[in-house]
């Protein structure tokens, strides 16, 4: 009987055992109701909560933030506005004085105005089909007349001297400016001045009849004036291609070119500049910065 009595109970025991084992949550001790839960405990818990929303969702003060950071590094890296008429005149006599070693008087100082720059600023891009708008109104009403024309009038009009004179740095540069000018050259057909693939006496050919625009390097230009293919006696205007290379060169600054430049406008425009007879047409964007600020340079008001 004790033996059967004891298996029993040791079978009692074995029993609960498993049953604990399969019901953990018997184990557990309870935690009473919910309102025997710490307030800074729920709080914590509501918090976390919060938070986890708050990555998923986006939060509207930050993004203002994040947008004044972005605007602000915009406006640091805006381009600069457009060079003034006054600017463009005061950079470009700076360079040639620097470039040539001279001081301007005051008296030649006084006689160049404002007026002489064509501004085409707004243009400083690459769009060279926007030029025409700027040239046409350079004429005003005798454009059609002076940049059309294909004829040659006795004494009016000169052959080989043309109205309007591209000097650009190299040949390649001479034609796509001359791309600008498409509807001017129809029935007068532009003159390339360049070196690569055109022999002078070429182009002296084609300078023996009416030329209304012109496109060239300097160096070729200058040797066509030198020989007198190349008449001046129409000139109204000179567009310099200011634009800079993928090496961060251009017209006033490549070495070699910028040297023939000089000497190309030193003895044949600058004095015609000086008198009001000659504009001139900066096609590209100013540097900003210390060029305005050139010491004994003081520029009459156009």
């Not at 933030?65 to 506005?81: I, L, Y």
């Amino acid at each position: 009987m004790k033996s059967r009595t004891a298996a029993a109970m040791g079978s009692g025991k074995v029993e609960k055992k498993q049953n604990a084992r399969q019901n953990p949550r018997n184990n557990r001790k309870p935690l009473g109701p919910k309102s025997d839960i710490p307030k800074s405990k729920s709080k914590k818990k509501k918090k976390t909560k919060n938070n986890n929303n708050h990555q998923n969702d986006t939060d509207p003060i930050e993004t203002k933030n994040k947008t004044t950071v972005v605007t602000g590094n915009n406006s640091n890296n805006a381009r600069p506005p457009p060079a003034t008429p006054r600017q463009q005149l005061s950079y470009f006599l700076s360079q040639f004085q620097s470039a040539n070693g001279v001081q301007l008087s005051s008296l030649e100082l006084e006689s160049i105005k404002d007026s002489c720059i064509l501004d085409v600023s707004q243009e400083s891009g690459q769009d060279v089909m926007r030029l025409e708008k700027y040239i046409k109104e350079a004429f005003g009403a005798k454009w059609k007349e002076e940049l059309c024309e294909g004829k040659l009038i006795g004494g009016k009009t000169e052959a080989g001297s043309p109205a309007v004179l591209v000097v650009a740095t190299s040949a390649l540069r001479s034609i796509e400016l001359l791309r600008g000018m498409r509807s001017f050259t129809k029935e007068c057909c532009a003159v390339k001045l360049f070196s690569k693939h055109m022999k002078i006496d070429e182009q002296v050919s084609l300078l023996k009849n009416r030329v209304n625009i012109a496109s060239g390097t300097p160096s070729r230009i200058k040797k066509l004036i030198d020989i007198e293919a190349l008449g001046l006696s129409r000139l109204s205007l000179i567009l310099l291609d200011i634009h800079t290379d993928v090496k961060g060169y251009s017209l006033l600054t490549l070495p070699q070119v910028r040297d023939e430049f000089w000497d190309l406008y030193k003895n044949y425009f600058h004095q015609q500049v000086v008198q009001g007879d000659l504009r001139i047409c900066l096609y590209g964007p100013i540097p900003n910065g210390n060029e305005f600020k050139v010491k004994s340079l003081e520029l009459a008001d156009g």
